[in-house]
């Protein structure tokens, strides 16, 4: 199983726009940031987690081919607001099967309803099967056995996703033990840490620390990065030896 990291930035991408950090000015190609997104692939079958305002420039840099589901951690526009630029791949494989909370269906519903209308359809339009994602009930695509993690986002519930040795969390502030407990035995672990202050509802650098000292996983790989974390080379030199800081295009095989 390989793991594309599509994006590994904040709502805003890295550079900021506007913006005169001397992150965001940095040549350094991994201090360049599109929004929060993975793709995560074998020979049989291709997945998605979130798709943000940036996926077409996604799948054409990752030259990604196919796209047999989208897994949606929450309805936030960064993870959502690419829904429309299925079409290549609906207009070469038909329906895509996209995976989320109800509440997440019910908003993606409203925002892009000429997806979902049933009567009337304009040919055009993407074509998607939803289905819901619940708490405690597990769900397999082809091969990959994946197990849905409760968390919350500050205020907002999120899902994060387990799929066999690998588990991807994005925009998490808590989350309870009993769901702590799905994590054990990683192989590899994917966690947001937005910066070193403190977020009302992100991990900040140390929590995302003491969360993979928690889970313990082999390799943790940090995600859903802000510029005020600093420049990617020098956070890295101060991680643990088996902490990443993700880039956007890194590939990684579990």
């Known amino acids: 199983m390989k793991v594309y990291f599509l994006g590994t930035g904040t709502s805003q991408g890295i550079p900021v726009i506007g913006s005169h950090h001397s992150v ?7 201090d360049k940031r599109l929004r929060v997104s993975v793709w995560i692939h074998d020979e049989e079958k291709s997945i998605v987690i979130d798709c943000g305002p940036d996926f077409r420039q996604q799948m054409l840099t990752s030259k990604c081919q196919k796209v047999d589901a989208i897994l949606f951690t929450h309805e936030h526009s960064d993870h959502t607001s690419g829904l429309d630029d299925i079409r290549p791949f609906n207009f070469r494989q038909g329906e895509i099967p996209i995976f989320a909370h109800q509440r997440v269906l019910e908003n993606l519903k409203k925002r ?8 009337n359809k304009y040919p055009g339009a993407p074509s998607v099967k939803s289905i819901e994602v619940v708490n405690n009930q597990n769900f397999s695509i082809e091969n990959f056995s994946i197990i849905p993690i409760n968390a919350s986002h500050g205020n907002l519930q999120v899902f994060g996703y387990r ?3 690998f588990a991807y969390l994005t925009d998490v502030k808590t989350i ?7 994590l054990k035995g990683l192989k590899v672990l994917v966690i947001n840490a937005l910066r070193e202050e403190q977020h009302h509802s992100h991990f900040s650098l140390q929590e995302a620390l003491d969360f993979v000292t928690l889970i313990q996983p082999q390799k943790a790989y940090f995600t859903h990065i802000s510029h005020l974390l600093g ?3 020098e956070v890295q030199k101060k991680l643990p030896e088996n902490v990443f800081l993700a880039y956007d295009n890194l590939e990684i095989t579990i």
């Open 163 to 165: 799929i066999n040795d």
């Open 112 to 119: 892009f309803d000429y997806i979902f209308e049933t009567e």
């Open 176 to 182: 309870e033990s009993e769901e702590i407990q799905k």
């Open 231 to 233: 420049f990617h080379e």
């Open 24 to 30: 965001c000015l940095s040549d350094d190609l991994k």
